[in-house]
């Protein structure tokens, strides 16, 4: 989503039904100490299950922190699946970032991507033992990768200037501005900057390259020359966006082709290529003008792929589509599920495919049938994130509110999961993490409505407890059982808050129609559904103390801060407003994806100023006086760092206690573990002033 890794109402008692027991946490240790923000920090990240070809292994990624360095590094670590009980070997110690495994179709080497030589480029390592040798050697740096089926071919990606046919000459011209001592920038088309980063001309190419006998790659082909686009999408693109086919002839991949149009198109299509590029880029997907992604090819050459129906609208519901390799004819797969896939990949045997989707306020894992499309659930409690199917079972990472990502195996058909890794659990044996609960309530229109309640560290039967009120962002994003490092609750419970989070309408996972009805509506629904969550759980928890609250959100839930400031002012002692929207009008004219702005708005700032005055903050600044602390990253493009001081000045101008906290290096998150301890603590300290002095 955009924003987010998408009204004065009367407190009316509101019926709900407790769908989890209190008791989710991880087990409580007598004594223990309560997890703090620190904790968080140093937690090793669990990434990128990848399995074996013969389904023996499991390769994945850990970051580990370095604090003295203040950064991540990355290992590539191997489980062996054959063996119960087997522990985790780590296969990479290079001081270096070692990413992206992927394996030979022989099940004994894998690559990877390594910085151990300056750029990223592709390494092999043989899983018996051996040093890591060099494949690629190339002038650029490699920001993705794909082993073909054969295992005779490498599919990459580089950022290169169009004008340059050859990898040398992006290099030696970027290196030359380098140098040049005027450092301005010139643009004739927007686009100019996206997410963090000022456009340079680069495209992000898909190339692919033959490895030779000694094992090293040739030369590498461009597969995108002829298209003006990225390849992957950026920012965050990655392999998902292209696949071979089953005999290595060709790939499919997804890309944005929109010239001066892109930021405001969501028109990515499918495209097929012959893998040693002889021929152009096909489309395959031309009549559909909103979104198609993920190409997945099945062992019988049909593509499935992710489609949207509606142009401009991220946060559109993705189903299925289907072609079958022999008539060309298309089908839609899932278009009766109303679920949005987030992730989709093929099963072995050909005849399913698996999806992960925001299901009720969990991240749940499907198995689809190829012939009827009916979707059949295998994990649904906590979060599924990234999954690799081995025969009949699925490895896969799951985290909740009360755990990290670690691995876990289960049977396709479902069943009893078996825990594989337990890569924290040092840390969190010394740790008492908090028991949390999953209720519903009726909110706006008397809809169902569900939210999460989360203990603080320390419980006492009998005691009252300050409140966190933590509002998502997205907008179209959720508040799920799942565990974050951005606003993580375990962190905010270890610091004595009881948390409350409300999944108000505008999230995933409760059908499309409640994902659609934030668009245009802003500050009407999900106030009302706030307002009533708040209430609901006041009712339900006697724990709770109402009376000493603050709210806290960031993008979206940024915007609702400085919403809730001038349309719910006298409810809070006190407010956290991160990367927030200030003024609805600016913001449109400074952010770089305006399909979003767009979208939400119904249409261009200029064309309809009604709607982007319709919940525009700046407009209720003579209400606001609750106090409020202010963070923002300077390098946030997605909403401006003008937004935040705009609020600011607001606050300050009107005598309104307030604070503002401004990272020069961070963008729409904060990611230096420095930067995140900071964070935490000044918001947990602004919370202490105001709830517990």
């Given at each position: 989503?955009?924003?987010?890794?998408?009204?004065?109402?009367?407190?009316?008692?509101?019926?709900?039904?407790?769908?989890?027991?209190?008791?989710?946490?991880?087990?409580?240790?007598?004594?223990?100490?309560?997890?703090?923000?620190?904790?968080?920090?140093?937690?090793?990240?669990?990434?990128?299950?990848?399995?074996?070809?013969?389904?023996?292994?499991?390769?994945?990624?850990?970051?580990?922190?370095?604090?003295?360095?203040?950064?991540?590094?990355?290992?590539?670590?191997?489980?062996?699946?054959?063996?119960?009980?087997?522990?985790?070997?780590?296969?990479?110690?290079?001081?270096?970032?070692?990413?992206?495994?992927?394996?030979?179709?022989?099940?004994?080497?894998?690559?990877?991507?390594?910085?151990?030589?300056?750029?990223?480029?592709?390494?092999?390592?043989?899983?018996?033992?051996?040093?890591?040798?060099?494949?690629?050697?190339?002038?650029?740096?490699?920001?993705?990768?794909?082993?073909?089926?054969?295992?005779?071919?490498?599919?990459?990606?580089?950022?290169?200037?169009?004008?340059?046919?050859?990898?040398p000459c992006t290099k030696e011209k970027l290196d030359a501005r380098g140098k040049d001592k005027a450092t301005g920038r010139i643009y004739d088309k927007v686009f100019i900057r996206h997410w963090d980063t000022w456009s340079n001309g680069t495209r992000s190419h898909l190339f692919v390259a033959r490895l030779g006998a000694d094992g090293t790659a040739g030369a590498p082909v461009d597969l995108a020359k002829s298209l003006d686009a990225d390849i992957p999408s950026k920012p965050s693109g990655g392999d998902e966006d292209f696949a071979f086919s089953p005999d290595g002839a060709s790939l499919v991949f997804s890309a944005r082709v929109a010239g001066r149009t892109e930021p405001w198109s969501t028109n990515f299509d499918l495209f097929q290529v012959p893998a040693d590029g002889s021929a152009a880029p096909q489309n395959l997907t031309a009549n559909n003008p909103a979104w198609d992604a993920q190409p997945v090819f099945l062992k019988n050459g049909d593509l499935a792929w992710l489609a949207q129906d509606r142009p401009g609208f991220e946060a559109d519901r993705f189903h299925v589509m289907l072609k079958d390799a022999h008539t060309g004819a298309v089908r839609p797969l899932t278009q009766s599920w109303d679920r949005s896939v987030s992730?989709?990949?093929?099963?072995?045997?050909?005849?399913?495919?698996?999806?992960?989707?925001?299901?009720?306020?969990?991240?749940?894992?499907?198995?689809?049938?190829?012939?009827?499309?009916?979707?059949?659930?295998?994990?649904?409690?906590?979060?599924?994130?990234?999954?690799?199917?081995?025969?009949?079972?699925?490895?896969?990472?799951?985290?909740?509110?009360?755990?990290?990502?670690?691995?876990?195996?289960?049977?396709?058909?479902?069943?009893?999961?078996?825990?594989?890794?337990?890569?924290?659990?040092?840390?969190?044996?010394?740790?008492?993490?908090?028991?949390?609960?999953?209720?519903?309530?009726?909110?706006?229109?008397?809809?169902?409505?569900?939210?999460?309640?989360?203990?603080?560290?320390?419980?006492?039967?009998?005691?009252?407890?300050?409140?966190?009120?933590?509002?998502?962002?997205?907008?179209?994003?959720?508040?799920?059982?799942?565990?974050?490092?951005?606003?993580?609750?375990?962190?905010?419970?270890?610091?004595?808050?009881?948390?409350?989070?409300?999944?108000?309408?505008?999230?995933?996972?409760?059908?499309?129609?409640?994902?659609?009805?934030?668009?245009?509506?802003?500050?009407?629904?999900?106030?009302?559904?706030?307002?009533?969550?708040?209430?609901?759980?006041?009712?339900?928890?006697?724990?709770?103390?109402?009376?000493?609250?603050?709210?806290?959100?960031?993008?979206?839930?940024?915007?609702?801060?400085?919403?809730?400031?001038?349309?719910?002012?006298?409810?809070?002692?006190?407010?956290?407003?991160?990367?927030?929207?200030?003024?609805?009008?600016?913001?449109?004219?400074?952010?770089?994806?305006?399909?979003?702005?767009?979208?939400?708005?119904?249409?261009?700032?200029?064309?309809?100023?009604?709607?982007?005055?319709?919940?525009?903050?700046?407009?209720?600044?003579?209400?606001?006086?609750?106090?409020?602390?202010?963070?923002?990253?300077?390098?946030?493009?997605?909403?401006?760092?003008?937004?935040?001081?705009?609020?600011?000045?607001?606050?300050?101008?009107?005598?309104?206690?307030?604070?503002?906290?401004?990272?020069?290096?961070?963008?729409?998150?904060?990611?230096?573990?420095?930067?995140?301890?900071?964070?935490?603590?000044?918001?947990?300290?602004?919370?202490?002033?105001?709830?517990?002095?």
């Open positions: 989503m955009s924003f987010g890794t998408r009204i004065a109402i009367s407190f009316l008692a509101a019926a709900f039904v407790a769908t989890a027991a209190l008791g989710q946490g991880a087990p409580a240790h007598v004594g223990a100490k309560p997890f703090t923000i620190e904790d968080l920090v140093r937690l090793k990240r669990l990434t990128d299950p990848q399995v074996s070809p013969d389904g023996r292994f499991v390769a994945y990624v850990l970051r580990e922190t370095d604090m003295d360095a203040n950064k991540g590094r990355t290992d590539i670590w191997l489980l062996d699946l054959s063996k119960k009980g087997a522990e985790p070997r780590r296969l990479t110690t290079d001081p270096a970032n070692d990413s992206s495994p992927r394996w030979a179709p022989d099940s004994r080497t894998i690559y990877f991507l390594s910085t151990r030589s300056g750029e990223s480029q592709v390494w092999r390592l043989p899983i018996a033992g051996g040093d890591a040798t060099r494949v690629t050697d190339y002038p650029l740096g490699i920001g993705s990768l794909k082993v073909s089926p054969r295992g005779d071919v490498l599919a990459v990606s580089m950022e290169v200037l169009v004008e340059c046919t050859e990898l992730r989709l990949s093929a099963a072995p045997d050909g005849r399913n495919l698996l999806a992960t989707t925001d299901e009720t306020g969990q991240a749940a894992l499907y198995s689809i049938d190829i012939k009827t499309g009916k979707p059949r659930k295998i994990v649904g409690s906590g979060e599924v994130g990234d999954y690799a199917v081995t025969g009949n079972q699925v490895v896969y990472s799951l985290a909740s509110l009360g755990a990290p990502f670690d691995l876990y195996l289960t049977p396709v058909t479902g069943g009893t999961p078996r825990q594989l890794t337990h890569v924290n659990a040092d840390l969190l044996a010394a740790r008492e993490l908090s028991d949390f609960e999953q209720f519903s309530f009726k909110g706006w229109n008397d809809e169902t409505v569900y939210g999460y309640v989360m203990k603080p560290h320390g419980f006492e039967p009998g005691k009252r407890y300050p409140i966190a009120f933590v509002v998502h962002g997205g907008p179209q994003s959720s508040m799920q059982n799942i565990w974050s490092y951005r606003w993580n609750a375990q962190a905010l419970a270890g610091g004595g808050y009881a948390v409350v989070m409300i999944d108000f309408h505008g999230s995933p996972g409760y059908g499309q129609a409640f994902t659609d009805s934030i668009s245009r509506d802003w500050g009407g629904k999900p106030l009302i559904d706030l307002q009533k969550g708040l209430a609901a759980a006041l009712e339900k928890y006697n724990w709770l103390d109402g009376g000493h609250a603050c709210a806290l959100g960031a993008s979206y839930g940024g915007f609702m801060m400085n919403w809730i400031e001038g349309n719910w002012p006298d409810r809070f002692r006190c407010i956290v407003n991160h990367d927030g929207v200030f003024d609805q009008r600016m913001m449109y004219y400074a952010t770089e994806e305006l399909w979003f702005t767009e979208w939400e708005n119904g249409g261009t700032q200029y064309e309809h100023p009604a709607e982007y005055e319709k919940f525009n903050p700046v407009d209720f600044v003579s209400r606001w006086q609750t106090p409020m602390l202010i963070i923002h990253g300077e390098q946030d493009f997605r909403i401006p760092y003008p937004q935040g001081l705009g609020a600011f000045t607001a606050l300050q101008r009107r005598n309104i206690e307030s604070k503002l906290v401004v990272f020069p290096d961070e963008n729409h998150w904060v990611l230096k573990p420095a930067n995140s301890i900071l964070w935490y603590h000044t918001v947990l300290g602004w919370l202490d002033a105001h709830l517990k002095k």
